[in-house]
Structure formats: structure tokens, C-alpha cells
């Protein structure tokens, strides 16, 4: 926005912001500065981070993996933690195993913790290890489609499909996706998929709600009043749509393909038992720098071999 003598000086956007008990009130100042158009227009954005509402809401979009994510009003808002599991994935596309001090099996107490890994490279999305079509992803519960568009950013090119119960949730993913040749769906979890895309999911991401329904009303305001209950509401335990993404994955999954879901650390044990359960080898991997946890549960590449 251009300098105007209408137009309140930094210092008292700053001072009203704070004020409305936002932390970063000087970075935020300047990026609501920096995305209004006119003085009114900056006046009434500065109302509406001052009431509360998310700062991405406010000015339509959210950084994610170094992508510009439209966020519209209503949805789930990225976080920088889920930047680990889009890592985490684009390692899986590209064939590389995380090292031993990254993975535990579903039998560990704990998950280890590690520095921050660099951006995935721009590569080719083919398979891993050989030529090919690109890797087939699915972003389930995909709400502004930022995790399946920063994979894809990340790998090149791919095969991307992305689904949400939420209208609009689905709509704001159809803009961010486009860019990417994207296809998304509106519906419950797998049931709006294409079913030519049975047995052949290369990478799943399904960022499902996981916080529990009783701790709901604990959330910050930010989240619990201006993004959908049904973005944050995991049930009793977190876990009831995780349950129903693992149930129904390895009919989706190409032998050798991956699902990844982020959860709470003290969650992931029972998620992982989850993913073992319905026939998935499973691991928990976590980021201490960004306070994140991801379970993937990888389908067998061949049938185990039953006894005689």
C-alpha cells in the first residue's frame, strides 16, 4: 500500500494489536501494511485481527513450505508444523529412508526428535527408482489443499487428487491446486474418489482432526471460533477419522505406497497400533524444532507368507 497521510502510522497498529493480545503485533503490523490496498481497506483489517480473527484470514493467505496458500474465511488454516510431513512424504517419493534415529517402531514410547530438515528438492515425481508415470498422490481431508500442493511443488510433477467434506474447504483447495493440474472432490474422506484410483496411491496425506472433542474448547480463539469444528474435532480419543483413513487405505495404497497423518506426540503409539492393526507396517517420526509428529504406515509391496 502506498504511504498516506490518512493512514495510521505503524506505531498505533502496533499498539492496537497488542492490545488485542497479538504476540507478533509488529511483523503482523507491517504484513497488514503491506496487504491493504487503500487507508480504509488497512483500517478495516487491522478491525478484524483486532476482534481476533486469524491473521491469514484477514489478509487470504498463509506462507506453507514457501507457498503463498489463499486461506479463505472458514478454513483450516495451515500450520508450519505439517511443513514436517510434507518432508517427510516428498523423502518417501524420492526413495530415501529417513535415518535410524528418525524412525521407531509402533512399539517405542517416545519419538525422537531432530533438527529441521532442508526444503525437498524440485526432482521429477516419477516412482522412486525407476522411469515411469509421476506419483500419485491423495490429500484426504484436504482443507486448503496447501499439504498435497506443497508435495507437488516439491517433487515437480505428479498426479494430484485432493477431497474435503467441507464446501468450502473444497473450494478454496480447487484455487490453490489449479496452478498444479489438481483435481479435488468434495465429499467424505475416499468416497468422492475416482475408483481408478484404487491400488494405485503412491502417497496418501491425510491431515485429519486430532484433537480430542473435550479439548476443543481449550484451543486458542483463533482456531476454535473461525475455522470449522469438523477441521479440528478428532472425537473422543482424536483418533475416530484417523481409524477410518487406516481402515480403508490399503484398498487405496499401491503396494509400497505410504500414508502419513500428523497427531499429538502422546497420540502417535495409538495411531501407529492403529496402522498395524489394519495391515499397515508402521512408524512414527517427529521434529522437535517444529514440535511435530507424523505416523506412516507403508502397504506391504508383496503379501506376507502364510505358514504351512
Request: glycine content about 8%; some cysteine.
Given at each position: ?179 498444479f493440474g ?102 512414527v517420526v ?22 504351512g
Amino acid at each position: 500500500m502506498s504511504a498516506s497521510a490518512s493512514s495510521p502510522p505503524l506505531s498505533a497498529i502496533v499498539t492496537r494489536l497488542r492490545a488485542a493480545g497479538c504476540v507478533f503485533a509488529e511483523d503482523e503490523a507491517r504484513l497488514l501494511i503491506s496487504a491493504a490496498s487503500t487507508p480504509a481497506d488497512l483500517a478495516a483489517m487491522v478491525d478484524r485481527r483486532a476482534a481476533g480473527l486469524p491473521l491469514e484470514h484477514v489478509v487470504g493467505w498463509a506462507e506453507f513450505c514457501g507457498l503463498r496458500i489463499a486461506v479463505d474465511p472458514g478454513v483450516f488454516v495451515p500450520r508450519r508444523r505439517s511443513e514436517f510431513l510434507v518432508r517427510q512424504a516428498a523423502d518417501l517419493a524420492h526413495g530415501a529412508a529417513s535415518p535410524p534415529d528418525q524412525a521407531l517402531s509402533p512399539a517405542s514410547q517416545a519419538t525422537a526428535g531432530f533438527p529441521g530438515q532442508a526444503p525437498a528438492r524440485r526432482v521429477s515425481a516419477s516412482r522412486p527408482g525407476r522411469a515411469g508415470p509421476p506419483v500419485v498422490i491423495v490429500d484426504l481431508c484436504c482443507g486448503s489443499g496447501a499439504l498435497g500442493a506443497a508435495l507437488t511443488a516439491a517433487l515437480g510433477r505428479a498426479e494430484l487428487h485432493a477431497a474435503d467434506v467441507d464446501p468450502a474447504a473444497a473450494r478454496c483447495a480447487r484455487r490453490n491446486l489449479a496452478a498444479f493440474g489438481g483435481r479435488v472432490y468434495e465429499g467424505d474422506l475416499y468416497r468422492p474418489l475416482p475408483p481408478t484410483l484404487r491400488g494405485r496411491v503412491d502417497i496418501l496425506l491425510a491431515n485429519v482432526p486430532y484433537v480430542p472433542t473435550d479439548a476443543v474448547r481449550t484451543l486458542p480463539p483463533e482456531a476454535r471460533l473461525h475455522e470449522a469444528r469438523l477441521a479440528l474435532d478428532g472425537g473422543p480419543d482424536g483418533l475416530d477419522v484417523l481409524r477410518r483413513v487406516a481402515a480403508a487405505a490399503p484398498l487405496w495404497l499401491a503396494p509400497g505406497g505410504h500414508l502419513l497423518v500428523e497427531t499429538s506426540e502422546r497420540q502417535a503409539l495409538r495411531a501407529a497400533q492403529v496402522f498395524t492393526l489394519d495391515g499397515l507396517a508402521a512408524r512414527v517420526v517427529s521434529s522437535a524444532d517444529l514440535n511435530a509428529t507424523v505416523v506412516i504406515g507403508t502397504r506391504p509391496a508383496r503379501p506376507a507368507c502364510r505358514g504351512g
